[in-house]
């Protein structure tokens, strides 16, 4: 499966976005879907997961209350909505795809595909 990142942008704290990532194949509702962001100099980070059937979902404390995971498999395109942006927020964002598992998981090297991330910069 190919991943297609795209929403981000410039915002001022308090702000929102929603971020988008397309997915390329017919079978998008066989993979777990997740968002990790990486901050300049740190580490990747998890943010949230979701199901395959939009059931069930995961997020990281940080973005609990504030950033809410969802995919619509019609149109193949899994969403973050980040709201009440902080400026610790700014990140590049990454959508990630996991096969061929059960359960959510907030490992990064659970996801074997990748996109190319969207940056999402936070003013204070």
């Known amino acids: 499966v190919q991943l297609q990142a795209s929403g981000g942008g410039l915002v001022h704290a308090g702000g929102s976005l929603r971020l988008s990532c397309a997915a390329s194949?017919?079978?998008?509702?066989?993979?777990?879907m997740g968002w990790f962001r990486q901050a300049p100099g740190k580490e990747r980070q998890f943010v949230a997961a979701?199901?395959?059937?939009?059931?069930?979902?995961y997020a990281a404390d940080s973005v609990k209350g504030r950033f809410t995971i969802s995919r619509d498999n019609a149109k193949n395109t899994v969403y973050l909505q980040v709201n009440s942006l902080k400026p610790e927020d700014t990140a590049v964002y990454y959508c990630?795809?996991?096969?061929?598992?059960?359960?959510?998981?907030?490992?990064?090297?659970?996801?074997?595909?990748w996109g190319q991330g969207t940056l999402v910069t936070v003013s204070s």
């Open positions: 990630a795809a996991r096969e061929g598992a059960l359960y959510l998981s907030a490992v990064y090297s659970a996801y074997a595909y």
């Open positions: 194949g017919r079978t998008f509702s066989t993979y777990i």
């Open positions: 979701i199901n395959r059937k939009n059931a069930s979902t």
